[in-house]
């Protein structure tokens, strides 16, 4: 049996291509009865450098979410022989000729359309709404998610929910003094700081952070803001404020490490991966009480509500920074389940 996993997204480093590699690398590790190959895009595979074996790749010309891909993966497809596609994304070809199985992250068009134009956020209901009602099986990252997708597609959708929760990489763990040190000094980071780490899309609420943090007025204190994109240029900074384009893995486990807390004032999210990781590097969390949050943040964290006064006297308060994090999931256990999901489908 040969399953074909569109890997186009996993040379990102944004979150779904973060989960695209760890998946990936944790099936491959697996002894299933299958085997995979990977479908990539033209920007090559230096990312599977650390695969744990050498798959098959084929690379597709094809972007997402373009017109050619809607025949192109499907021709790969049928000459690939293969009997199950699985996207870890909504993202799935019109004319797949065979069954698949498909992720669902989040429905934030739906709920946020940002800056998005509109013929995109009609593209996206139609894509996503094709996928869900054609696929075996979805996968939903959160009992959020699978509430979302039962709220906006109904119960027959809904029966094909499976949740399965995204992990924690083992290198997020509580790193040593000497490593929060260095990694403070390389990135000139001076003093005591509160972490978030994210893009700065409209739901993401990062000027609400912002803005809190100024009016705490707290001494000798940083927020700093891990995050990339065009909307970062929107953002009114102030002193205090840093914001850092790219840090590599090993220095943002420094950073869960050495801050004060991991804070996110998000309006919606699917799952939120950074809690997770800043979790499992015994750091504690701030988080607005929307969308998945509340089913991931640890039991120690502080819930509010997603506003300037809100999060003003949460920077205010001490928090207390766990001693023996707890990760409640690893990619491991998130491939035994995927891999459970597509069994079945094969079956």
Same mark, same amino acid.
């Given at each position: 049996?040969?399953?074909?996993?569109?890997?186009?997204?996993?040379?990102?480093?944004?979150?779904?291509?973060?989960?695209?590699?760890?998946?990936?690398?944790?099936?491959?590790?697996?002894?299933?009865? /299958?085997?995979?190959?990977?479908?990539?895009?033209?920007?090559?595979?230096? /990312?599977?450098?650390?695969?744990?074996?050498?798959?098959?790749?084929?690379?597709?010309?094809?972007?997402?979410?373009?017109?050619?891909?809607? /025949?192109?993966?499907?021709?790969?497809?049928?000459?690939?022989?293969?009997?199950?596609?699985?996207?870890?994304?909504?993202?799935?070809?019109?004319?797949?000729?065979?069954?698949?199985?498909?992720?669902?992250?989040?429905?934030?068009?739906?709920?946020?359309?940002?800056?998005?134009?509109?013929?995109?956020?009609?593209?996206?209901?139609?894509?996503?709404?094709?996928?869900?009602?054609?696929?075996?099986?979805? *996968?939903?990252?959160?009992?959020?998610?699978?509430?979302?997708?039962?709220?906006?597609?109904?119960?027959?959708?809904?029966?094909?929910?499976?949740?399965?929760?995204?992990?924690?990489?083992?290198?997020?763990?509580?790193?040593?003094?000497?490593?929060?040190?260095?990694?403070?000094?390389?990135? #000139?980071?001076?003093?005591?700081?509160?972490?978030?780490?994210?893009?700065?899309?409209?739901?993401? &609420?990062?000027?609400?952070?912002?803005?809190?943090?100024?009016?705490?007025?707290?001494?000798?204190?940083?927020?700093?803001?891990?995050?990339?994109?065009?909307?970062?240029?929107?953002?009114?900074?102030?002193?205090?404020?840093?914001?850092?384009?790219?840090?590599?893995?090993?220095?943002?486990?420094?950073?869960?490490?050495?801050?004060?807390?991991?804070?996110?004032?998000?309006?919606?999210? #699917?799952?939120?991966?950074?809690?997770?990781?800043?979790?499992?590097?015994?750091?504690?969390? *701030?988080?607005?009480?929307? #969308?998945?949050?509340?089913?991931?943040?640890?039991?120690?964290?502080?819930?509010?509500?997603?506003?300037?006064?809100?999060?003003?006297?949460?920077?205010?308060?001490?928090?207390?920074?766990?001693?023996?994090?707890?990760?409640? &999931?690893? /990619?491991?256990?998130?491939?035994?389940?995927?891999?459970?999901?597509?069994?079945?489908?094969?079956?």
């Amino acid at each position: 049996m040969l399953i074909a996993v569109d890997c186009r997204f996993a040379h990102k480093q944004v979150g779904l291509g973060r989960f695209t590699r760890e998946l990936t690398h944790a099936l491959l590790l697996r002894e299933d009865p /299958w085997t995979y190959v990977l479908i990539v895009g033209t920007e090559g595979v230096s /990312w599977a450098t650390s695969l744990p074996s050498q798959p098959r790749f084929v690379i597709a010309s094809s972007r997402p979410y373009s017109f050619s891909e809607h /025949w192109e993966i499907p021709s790969i497809l049928r000459l690939l022989h293969a009997d199950l596609f699985f996207s870890p994304h909504f993202n799935v070809p019109i004319f797949c000729p065979i069954p698949f199985v498909v992720t669902i992250h989040d429905l934030i068009l739906h709920r946020f359309p940002n800056a998005a134009p509109f013929f995109k956020q009609r593209a996206y209901r139609m894509l996503m709404g094709h996928a869900v009602r054609r696929a075996k099986r979805i *996968i939903a990252v959160s009992h959020f998610t699978a509430d979302e997708i039962q709220r906006t597609f109904g119960s027959v959708v809904a029966a094909k929910v499976v949740v399965v929760r995204e992990g924690v990489d083992p290198l997020f763990h509580k790193r040593s003094s000497l490593e929060q040190e260095r990694t403070l000094k390389k990135l #000139g980071i001076a003093h005591p700081f509160f972490l978030y780490v994210g893009n700065a899309k409209q739901h993401k &609420n990062v000027q609400v952070l912002i803005d809190a943090f100024v009016r705490a007025n707290l001494p000798a204190t940083e927020l700093v803001l891990v995050t990339a994109g065009r909307e970062v240029a929107f953002l009114k900074l102030h002193d205090g404020v840093q914001v850092l384009a790219s840090v590599s893995d090993e220095e943002l486990a420094a950073l869960y490490s050495a801050a004060r807390a991991f804070v996110t004032a998000s309006l919606y999210e #699917g799952f939120c991966l950074p809690v997770a990781e800043a979790a499992a590097c015994g750091c504690p969390v *701030i988080a607005a009480n929307c #969308g998945a949050l509340p089913g991931v943040v640890p039991g120690h964290s502080l819930l509010i509500e997603p506003t300037v006064s809100a999060f003003e006297q949460a920077f205010k308060r001490s928090l207390k920074r766990e001693d023996v994090p707890v990760v409640n &999931n690893r /990619w491991q256990d998130t491939a035994t389940s995927v891999s459970s999901v597509l069994q079945d489908v094969l079956s």
